[in-house]
């Protein structure tokens, strides 16, 4: 094995530039000690795997504790199926769970239902389940780095089994290994009692619970977000965030007294993992930074970028690495079907898949260029497959990269930067900190920029505390024949989003006086929406017109003229060269951690 001091100084340099923060030493140490293990799909394959003692004890692990919670009886198979009718399908799940650095922390197996095969009105009723959105819980992190509120994990254990069952008669087959497990000599199936993984009511029963313990302990449900619950006003207000099992508490700072009786008043309703003291630093695979002293959170995530740069061979070690997503030059067409890349040589569906997934978390970036990768999800040629690789490989050349929210000023920092360039008072910089505002709403619209069908695309950008909230880049639905049409399109999406926002903002106790700016950059577009102009060429999209005006003279939000080269929406409606899409990505607030 090579040490690190053999390395020349050459070498050192180069392995530096691949491993980003990491000491050399740091690394070396990882990769001697991180395991690289498949996850099994089947019983057989895991117990034909060098780590099949493992996956074995995890399996009775798994029973042991399905047993000690009640969840079912093991019946005939039979009797099940006289009672019950048709059984619902079972079958094992494994996983490897990981620390930090990728060394493996303990084998885990899972026993689901296989919900897909259950019947609708027999074997279940209702499903849905609320979680919060991601709009929403940037949003809570920009209130919570702008008023020192801390962020808390809280984890239920075993949640689903928590929860009885709401149909008397389900039966569930069992699973590979189960008979050899109990010695059972004849076919049997399992009368579940809980609601075990996987089965499609069991996410709404624990929402329905946990939803009603917490408006016992004086917690709120809010209706812009049926996710988010609040309780409390100024320093003593406390916002929890829900998604399934893994609950968000934010709390002032001090007294830390909030956060302990929170964790102690749910083990008394749930078995909960157990909780250790201090600041979240994961979130659904999102990581999570602080800064207490300059009033910084940034929000990142390295290891899912890192993880689809590996799967599709994008991982840059050396040479010259990506400054923008996609080229502004690009210009991508639909094909034929003999032009066609088949899956086995790019998987381009799963690619576009995570992209999209890291486009609407922490990235927004990247919007612009997965909405155009995006189009080709049916015929995905090669022209489309290379500029998905070169999103890969900027990401991975920026995986420490995400949104940073701060104290102070409530927009972008972008009015300093325009009015050193112009050197002169800017009046929309004035009326945006002094409106009693919270947001700030970028729109804008690229007339006829997808080439096949010449439809025009959206764009919006919502800032708040210095950092970027909601963001969007989409095609239109119907073809604008006028710069002024695309814009009022893309007004009207503008409006949807900062009517939710506004009225969440105002359940989280920050109340919105007086209407909420969008900047625009059409004239057109702004006086139509004002009344202040009456076009016959607008009488096709006279709905959109009335809509926004209406909304205008309810007070919901005004229009602010803007200058081009301030408009941050553009790196979500076209591609630009890189020192414009650096310099708007900035001032989105998407930049290295703590910078």
Request: aromatic share 10%; with cysteine; glycine share 6%.
């Amino acid at each position: 094995m090579v040490q690190v001091e053999q390395l020349t100084h050459h070498e050192q340099r180069i392995l530096q530039q691949a491993i980003g923060r990491e000491t050399l030493e740091q690394f070396a140490h990882n990769c001697a000690t991180r395991i690289i293990v498949d996850e099994p799909m089947t019983v057989g394959e895991a117990m034909a795997s060098e780590h099949a003692e493992e996956w074995k004890a995890a399996m009775q692990e798994e029973i042991k504790t399905l047993m000690t919670w009640n969840c079912f009886d093991i019946v005939s198979r039979d009797e099940a199926k006289s009672l019950g009718g048709k059984l619902v399908k079972s079958r094992w799940i494994f996983k490897i769970k990981r620390e930090s650095t990728g060394e493996i922390q303990r084998f885990k197996a899972r026993l689901v239902a296989c919900g897909y095969s259950q019947r609708p009105g027999e074997d279940l009723t209702e499903t849905y389940s609320p979680v919060f959105g991601y709009t929403s819980l940037r949003a809570v992190f920009a209130f919570a780095a702008a008023n020192d509120f801390e962020l808390t994990a809280h984890d239920m254990k075993y949640a689903f089994i928590q929860q009885n069952i709401d149909i008397e008669h389900l039966y569930m087959a069992c699973p590979d290994g189960f008979e050899k497990f109990f010695l059972i000599e004849q076919p049997a199936a399992l009368h579940l009692k809980r609601s075990i993984y996987g089965l499609r009511q069991s996410s709404r029963l624990l929402a329905e619970r946990l939803s009603k313990y917490l408006e016992r302990l004086g917690f709120r449900q809010l209706v812009s977000d049926q996710g988010i619950f609040i309780k409390g006003e100024g320093r003593d207000r406390e916002i929890v965030c829900t998604w399934v099992d893994d609950l968000l508490f934010v709390s002032a700072r001090d007294p830390k007294d909030a956060r302990k009786k929170f964790d102690e008043d749910l083990r008394k309703e749930f078995a909960m993992s157990p909780w250790t003291e201090g600041e979240c630093t994961w979130l659904l695979n999102m990581k999570i930074t602080r800064d207490w002293d300059k009033g910084i959170l940034h929000l990142s995530q390295p290891q899912a970028v890192e993880k689809l740069a590996k799967k599709f061979n994008c991982v840059i070690l050396e040479g010259r690495r990506p400054h923008v997503p996609m080229s502004p030059n690009l210009k991508l067409r639909k094909t034929s079907a003999d032009n066609i890349v088949p899956s086995s040589v790019f998987d381009y569906t799963s690619a576009v898949g995570g992209l999209l997934y890291l486009s609407i978390t922490a990235r927004s970036d990247i919007t612009q260029s997965v909405g155009v990768l995006s189009r080709f999800m049916s015929c995905p040629s090669e022209e489309a497959c290379s500029p998905a690789r070169q999103v890969i490989k900027y990401l991975y050349a920026t995986k420490d990269y995400g949104i940073t929210y701060s104290r102070g000023s409530c927009g972008s920092p972008h009015f300093d930067a325009y009015m050193h360039a112009r050197k002169h008072q800017v009046a929309v910089g004035d009326s945006f900190k002094d409106n009693g505002s919270t947001i700030g709403t970028y729109c804008d619209a690229y007339l006829a920029g997808d080439e096949d069908t010449r439809k025009s695309t959206s764009g919006l950008a919502i800032v708040m505390h210095r950092g970027v909230i909601s963001w969007m880049s989409r095609l239109q639905p119907t073809i604008a024949l006028s710069t002024a049409e695309a814009e009022t399109i893309a007004g009207v999406e503008a409006v949807k989003q900062v009517m939710h926002l506004r009225l969440l903002l105002q359940e989280l106790g920050l109340e919105q006086n007086r209407p909420t700016p969008i900047y625009e950059d059409n004239t057109a577009a702004i006086a139509l929406t004002h009344g202040k102009e009456q076009s016959k060429r607008a009488k096709h999209y006279k709905i959109k017109v009335h809509f926004l005006n209406d909304q205008y003279k309810r007070g919901t939000f005004a229009y602010e003229e803007v200058d081009t080269n301030i408009m941050l929406a553009d790196t979500t409606k076209k591609s630009l060269p890189r020192f414009d899409f650096c310099r708007y990505r900035d001032w989105m607030g998407v930049r290295l951690p703590l910078a």
